[in-house]
Nanobody, 127 residues
C-alpha cells in the first residue's frame, strides 16, 4: 500500500512563508508524477502545483505563480512546496498526490485521475 505523508503545515500571518513536505517510498518517487492540491471549505479542490517524475517540468495554478515552488528531493524520497508571500486566500488543507506519468516530462492536470493521496495538512494564513 502506498503511503504519502505530508508535514509542514501550520498557521502564519499574511506575507509569511511555509514549506510543506511529502515523503513516501523510493518506488513512488522514482516512477510517479507528483502534485499538491488544496481544498478550502466552500471551494472546489484546486491543483496548486505539479512536477514530472523526472523533475524537469513543473506547472502552477495562476493563483500561486511566482509565490510557490514545487521541487523533488530524490535523495530523501520527498517533494516539497515552498510557499512564500502567503495570503489569507491560501488557507486550505493541502494534499500531496501521486499518479503514474504518461512520459518523463508529463505533469498532472486538474482533470487527470490521481491514484494516491496523502492525508492532508492544514495551512492557515491570517490577515
Amino acid at each position: 500500500q502506498v503511503q504519502l505523508i505530508e508535514s509542514g503545515g501550520g498557521s502564519v500571518q499574511a506575507g509569511g512563508s511555509l514549506r510543506l513536505s511529502c515523503t513516501s517510498s523510493a518506488r513512488i518517487f522514482s516512477k510517479y508524477a507528483m502534485a499538491w492540491f488544496r481544498h478550502a471549505p466552500g471551494k472546489e479542490r484546486e491543483l496548486v502545483a505539479a512536477i514530472s517524475w523526472s523533475g524537469g517540468t513543473t506547472s502552477y495554478a495562476d493563483s500561486v505563480k511566482g509565490r510557490f515552488t514545487i521541487s523533488r528531493e530524490t535523495g530523501k524520497n520527498s517533494i516539497s512546496l515552498q510557499m512564500n508571500s502567503l495570503e489569507p486566500e491560501d488557507t486550505a488543507t493541502y494534499y500531496c498526490a501521486a499518479t503514474p506519468p504518461y512520459g518523463s516530462e508529463w505533469v498532472p492536470r486538474p482533470e487527470d485521475e490521481i491514484h494516491w493521496w496523502g492525508q492532508g495538512t492544514q495551512v492557515t494564513v491570517s490577515s
